[in-house]
């Protein structure tokens, strides 16, 4: 499973990101705009959600519970310093799907107990593209993660996210994970289309 | 047959993605899943076969199964 999360450079908006990952096949995507006004952020998540009903995608915005619950998208991304999973799940009920973020076994039990559906797990390693990251976990912390969450009967997919190349997909889905996040790496990619194909190959090899 | 959703062994009758769907009662939207690691979109879900020991990944909000 291949999760993209939209971002921006100088080339692309985040609008041309996520249509180059729809384009390339990918069928999870996650708007995260995490500076940008409410207005703005509605705006683009009402085109991008348009896009991927069409594309037969999961639509999955970072952060806005709120707009989540109004455009009616298919459920929210909740980081270290957004609104708690359960206050989430007690805003939006059953019908949508929450994901968090987890550096540690504790995170991912406290979300798993909060009524998470889903773990974004990382960072893999250090990444330009998230600012005050935890510490990286690398492909030894998501063994140790994913053996103790099977241990506690957690069997919640955890998603490996966090500055994650072509090269290191292979080694990270053998550690048992769900799936990978990617951001950074399809955009710098020459041709970001071809790219996420690419991608999308490699994860599911 | 004997399959793992979510790591979690499960024995089912489904013999498609799509009827696993339907026994698990999913929703209509708000789901996500994947055989093995390939994601595969809702539309494809009944011509997808499912086989003993296959992995399942589903990813969906919090009611049912």
Redesign the interface.
Known sequence: ??QFISHYTERYSYLDSIRMALDGGC??VQLRMKDAADDEVRRVAEEAQRWCRD????FIVDDRVELVRQI?A??VHLGKNDMPVSEA?ALLG?????GGTANTFDDIRSHYEA?A??IGCGPFRFTTTKKGLAPVLGLEGYTYLIKRA?EEGI???IVAIGGITADDIPAI?ST?V??VALSGTVLRAENPVEEMKKL?KI??? | MKININNKPTDTTATTLGELAQQMALPEKGVAMALGTKMVQRAQWAETALNEGDSVIIIKAACGG
């Open positions: 499973m291949l069928r999870w594309a037969g995608a999961t009616g298919d459920g799940r059953d019908g949508f799907i929450i009524g559906n889903y099977r069997n919640l997919p889905m048992g769900s799936g999308i994860t599911e090899k």
